[in-house]
């Protein structure tokens, strides 16, 4: 008879830490389309004021900056792929497996826009959601760059491996993690 009020107890915090669960991961999600927003346009402006060339040497000042801009502690805000240009961005062990599933789902049919996953891994909430590739980010992950662009990246990221893409292609991901206060033991 002692078991009925345990598992009661048991239910109510697991509801209640399914709920903060939702809280947060919803607050995490918000934080990829400003974050994503604020690259693009970054991109197009250095395009159009300066080209392709300025524009990757803008895009490697930048683009960690706007990354650590996003990150409003307690979550941290990124980019990874499973072939990357900048080595700080590449995945760790759970996000090369959920880049492996994003990759398997798009085979499979599914559209990349809207592909997310989220995950506690070792105390953190992590959330990950797919980035296609699209006809504006050719210039400098497609397959014929211009010389001058291909020059440039090498120059900058002597172990790029992020070019040779089709559009459509899955080109990496968001990737967000926040500690959690209260463990799920
Ligand atoms: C002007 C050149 C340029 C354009 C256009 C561009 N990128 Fe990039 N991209 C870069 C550079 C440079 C980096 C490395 C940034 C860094 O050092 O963190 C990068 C990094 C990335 C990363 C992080 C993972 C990695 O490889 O280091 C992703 C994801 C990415 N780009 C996706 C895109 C997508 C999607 C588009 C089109 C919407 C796009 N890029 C357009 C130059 C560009």
Redesign the pocket.
Known sequence: MRTLPMLLCLGLSLGAQAEDLQKLTAEGKALIPPFQQQ??AT?KN??QSGG?????????LL??QI?SQHSQQPWSV????L????????ADAWEQQVLQEFAQQQASGQPLAGMQKVAVVDNELRIMQA???????????GKNLKPE?AAK?DQ??PK???RGYDPGQL????TLRRTLDNPLE
């Open positions: 690259l693009m991109v250095a395009m392709p060339v300025v524009a990757v040497e803008s895009c490697q683009a960690p990354a990124g980019r990874t792929s072939q990357v240009r900048n080595p700080a961005n590449a980035i296609a590739v699209g006809e504006p980010c050719l210039a400098c992950h662009v990246i900058l990221y790029d491996q992020a080109r990496g991901a968001f």
